[in-house]
């Protein structure tokens, strides 16, 4: 597990995911206590999962997350006014880690953004709501500058729960 992730960060919250989840498919929102993650906050997100129709509403986003990427989308759908040509796979990706209930890593280029030159490294994982549906998505997020570029502008992989 230690060397999914280029940033220790990453594997930190997704080892803190699976122990919280135990033997379930996921924990829920109310099993991570924010003292216990504090210093994993600033990279953060959490995202709504809304049903029928289907969306996706940013309902945290972590400081750092915000001084990198320029702008703060708390509250904000994904959608194209959001993600512009990129909105299409990340919304497609939030509906699997939804529908699938597991988590997933993401390596993306942000030729999308004003920032283009980065690469992101993401865990995304699903979170369940009092029902035992995926009510949420936490995702933690950092950036990069690569010298080499990914081979494909996104690799998107199921991690082992």
């Known amino acids: 597990m230690d060397d999914l992730f280029w940033d220790e960060r990453l594997t930190l919250l997704y080892r803190t995911w699976c122990e919280k989840k ?3 498919a996921a924990p829920t929102r ?3 206590d ?3 993650i504090f210093a994993l ?3 953060m997100h959490l995202i709504d999962v809304i049903r029928e129709p289907l969306g996706f509403r940013h309902r945290l986003v972590g400081t750092e997350l915000v001084e990198r990427m320029g702008r703060d989308v708390t509250g904000r759908w994904v959608d194209a006014d959001t993600y512009g040509e990129a909105a299409t796979e990340i919304f ?3 509906k699997i880690i939804a529908t699938e209930v597991r988590p997933y890593r993401r390596r993306a280029r942000l030729d999308w953004h004003k920032q283009h030159w980065l690469t992101t490294e993401a865990v995304e994982m699903p979170l369940l709501g009092p029902d035992g549906e995926v009510n949420m998505v936490l995702r933690g997020a950092t950036f990069f500058v690569r010298a080499e570029r990914l081979p494909e502008r996104l690799e998107f992989m199921p991690l082992a729960a």
Request: hydrophobic share 40%.
């Open 30 to 32: 109310d099993d991570f």
């Open 22 to 24: 135990g033997a379930r």
């Open 41 to 43: 906050m600033p990279i």
């Open 34 to 36: 924010p003292a216990e």
């Open 92 to 94: 497609d990706g939030l």
